[in-house]
């Protein structure tokens, strides 16, 4: 699929999130934690990114009772996500505030 939908304040705060830790999978509750937004905001959009191939996710291999908890399927930055991820925060960064220092390119 290709990559035109509508980059949302919370879409940003999504991609901010994994963009700032690109080594690490994220899984859903963390995500809501440190973006603030409530899983029927979160999830459509982790599916959405995952739908356009900038996100890929995996459920984490448990037993969900030996473990006390369900699964958690995490998620993190596909490759041409991470670059959409930049340019869509860089983007965002220059129309709030044109005199705010570039983002450093992770890699």
């Known amino acids: ?3 035109a939908f509508r980059m949302t304040l ?4 999504v991609l901010h999130v994994l963009y ?3 080594h690490s999978e994220h899984y859903g509750l963390d995500l ?4 603030t937004l409530k899983s029927g905001t979160l999830y459509p959009i982790l599916a959405r990114l995952e739908q356009h191939g900038l996100v890929t996710s995996a459920w984490e291999n448990v037993n969900p009772k030996a473990e006390g908890r369900p699964a958690r399927r ?3 930055l596909t490759g041409s996500g991470c670059c959409r991820a930049y340019a869509e925060l860089e983007r965002a960064r220059a129309a709030l505030n044109p005199a705010m220092p570039h983002r450093t390119v992770h890699g």
């Open 32 to 35: 809501s934690r440190k973006t």
């Open 10 to 13: 919370p879409t940003l705060q």
């Open 74 to 76: 995490y998620y993190r």
């Open 1 to 3: 699929m290709g990559n």
């Open 20 to 22: 700032d830790d690109l």
